[in-house]
Every structure is written in C-alpha cells, then in structure tokens.
C-alpha cells in the first residue's frame, strides 16, 4: 500500500523550484490571530486547549468563540488545531529566516551541511516546549490526524531540501525527503528526552543521522531501502517512544 503512494505521488511533485511558497500561514482571520496568540502560552501549558482559551480571553472575544473553533471547517480537536499551527508557524519561522542575508546559512555551499543547519535551526525553536514535544507528536500520531501530519512533515522535509539546494530527480527525490522527515523526528523524540546544556547531545544526534544519510547516498538502492523503511515506520517509531516515555 505504502508503494501504491509512492507511485500516485510521483506523478506530481509539491513544489518546483520557481513555485516554492514563501507565505505558509495566514494572517488573517479570527482563529489565525487566536492561534497566534495561543502559541505564547505552549512553554507554560503545553500543547493543551487552555492555551486557546488563554488567548481569546486575552484579546477579548467572547468564551463563545471555542464553541466557533471547535465546530471548525477542518474538523479538527482545539489542540490538533493548535499542533498544526505551531508546526506551520515554526516553518514559516524557518523560511522567513533564511530568505534574510545576514543568516550564516548563506555561507555554507555544501547541500548536506545546509541540512545540518537547517534541522537544526528548525529545532532550536522547539527549546521554550521541549517538554511538552510529547503532547505535539501524541496528537500528530492520532488515527485521524495522521494524513494531515504526515503531510506536514513532508513540506518541512521538503523546504528544507529545497533550500538545501537538492537537486535530485526521480524517485531520489522523495527518498531524500522521507530521510530528512525521519531525521527530524527522531531528532524531536531525542530532544523530548535530552538534559545535555543547550540540548547539545541532539543537535550531535542531527550531524550524526545527516552523514549517514550523506554516506548512503552513494549507494541509490541503499538510499531507496533506508528511507522506506523508515517512512513505513515513522509512525509507529513515535507511538513506541512515547509508550516509553
């Protein structure tokens, strides 16, 4: 099945290089300012409906609007909705933030260090809710939600290699894009757990998982083997670690 989606997905890729979206959230709208608002209050309550309660109260809506969100277009839970925003939010953070000049990524030239860089990035904005990362990937792994996640994991991987300056064709093109996702969850599923000083030990976990892929990207059946196995796994990787804990 897996392979079937492969398939319909190549018939179409995301983005072309002359395509690449630069807004990714909006700003307009009453649940987009409430959400803006919401996410504020995530280092202190966690990916948790309170914090859009918080936010309403603070802009001064009416309580009656969480009944508005609840019954949304989306169908989305009040903390779905929350964990989607954050996570879009973050990447619109992430591609405002190399689009500047000043950004030390313009210095580096090869692909696999942008990479590095650009996971990294990407993760030092989760250090403020790195305690609460377990509550985002319990909702992201929910039966119902798991389309929209995945979907959301692809278009980071995908700015990310794109801004990397990925090149590839083919089927290497999504390989390389299921490789970066499962990097970038685990390294969230390292981070959750890290008591290194400035969670040093997962931005070492992030070089690491990058030279492997740089490494088995000598070999393209090696690379294709790699990423579906992990792609295939990805969810059940996040339900085991969090069973953990």
Known sequence: M???SLNL???SRAYHSVQHPSRIISTKGIDAVVLKQAITHIPKYGFDSLCITQAIRELEYPDSLVSALTSSASGDSLEFQLVKYWFQSQRQ???????EPSNEF????NEYERTMFLLKQRLSYNEPVAHHLGGALAQLVTPYNVQTSMGELHALADDIAF??????????????RFGISTIYVGAELFMMQDSSSNFKATYNFVDG?????RNLGAGYNNVEQWTL?????LVNLIKSQLTRG
């Open 229 to 233: 196995f992990n792609a295939v796994s």
């Open 2 to 4: 897996f392979r079937t």
């Open 93 to 99: 953070k992430l591609n405002d933030s190399v689009v």
């Open 106 to 109: 313009h210095q580096i030239s």
């Open 209 to 213: 998982k990058v030279d492997e892929l």
């Open 9 to 11: 997905l190549k018939g």
């Open 163 to 176: 801004f990397a300056g990925d090149e590839s064709n083919d089927f290497a093109w999504y390989t390389k």
